[in-house]
């Protein structure tokens, strides 16, 4: 029987967290430091990174960074590294929605989405898994969303690049579990982050979002920390290719 408290420890691990500066990428930062990792924050805001690390101590330490177009991921990769090691884990939480209407839409705030959303989650996983594979263990979390499965107004690129995230979560674990390395994904309902800061300012639009839920309210970010832990660590073992959607039952309605 193992024990239950080891499943969820992350001591010894470290792990590597895009999007860092705000939001779910802040608050996933949190979790595994107080859950034992060490954390790499990245992200381009070196104020609020810095704020972080003063924040979690010596857990935590930060990389400035751009993911846009022309991100150079061998390198990026070799700066994560230097803090704590190879990272075990790699969270995905980077992300942008533009938010235009479809006849708004051209073919840089596209092109802009997809990078952000779907090709550096590919390409930087890629660039970290050897060391992951090596060990024969290893972690990489990806962000899909509610837009993974259902179509949302004003979100055709963003919607198209999370639909994609579903696939490319499968395929990674197609290419690397057998090594040893787990690829999952999480799917946040709503929560209150500046990606969905529009929505929570329209208080009808929100209320109508919180009853569209099982539970009947819109997410809190400490609602994000179990699974993502979960995912993280050696409790899910036998876990890969899937996306655990969090929230509150919207896509079960």
């Known amino acids: 029987m193992n024990d239950t408290g080891a499943l969820f420890d992350l001591s010894g691990k470290t792990a590597l967290v895009t999007g ?3 939001g779910l ?3 996933a930062a949190q979790a595994l430091v107080a859950s034992g990792a060490t954390v790499v924050g990245l992200a381009r805001r070196s104020e609020t990174l810095q704020e972080l690390k003063e924040d979690l101590g010596k857990g935590f ?7 846009g177009g022309g991100a150079d991921f061998a390198k990026i990769s070799e700066r994560a590294s230097e803090p704590f090691g190879a990272p075990d884990i790699v969270v995905h939480a980077a992300g942008v929605n ?6 708004v839409v051209d073919q840089k705030s596209w092109d802009a989405t997809i990078h952000l959303n779907l090709t550096v989650p590919f390409f930087l996983s890629r660039a970290l898994v050897d060391p992951m594979a090596r060990k024969g263990w290893g972690r990489v979390i990806t962000f899909a969303s509610l837009q993974t499965y259902r179509a949302f107004p004003n979100s055709i690129p963003y919607g198209a690049s999370k639909g994609g995230v579903a696939q490319l979560t499968r395929a990674m674990a197609e290419a690397w579990s057998a090594k040893g390395v787990m690829v999952n994904g999480i799917g946040p309902g709503f929560f209150p982050t500046e990606l969905t800061q529009p929505v929570f300012d329209d208080p009808q639009k929100s209320k109508k979002n919180a ?5 009947g309210r819109n997410g ?3 609602d994000i920390d179990g699974p993502l832990v979960f995912l993280c660590s050696p409790a899910s073992d036998y876990v890969t290719g899937q996306i655990l959607m969090v929230d509150g039952g919207f896509s079960a309605k």
């Open 211 to 215: 009853e569209q839920t099982c539970i």
């Open 98 to 103: 533009l938010r235009e209407p479809v006849d």
């Open 61 to 67: 330490e930060l990389v400035v960074a751009d993911l």
């Open 220 to 222: 809190k970010v400490e």
């Open 20 to 22: 860092a500066s705000s």
């Open 25 to 27: 990428g802040r608050r």
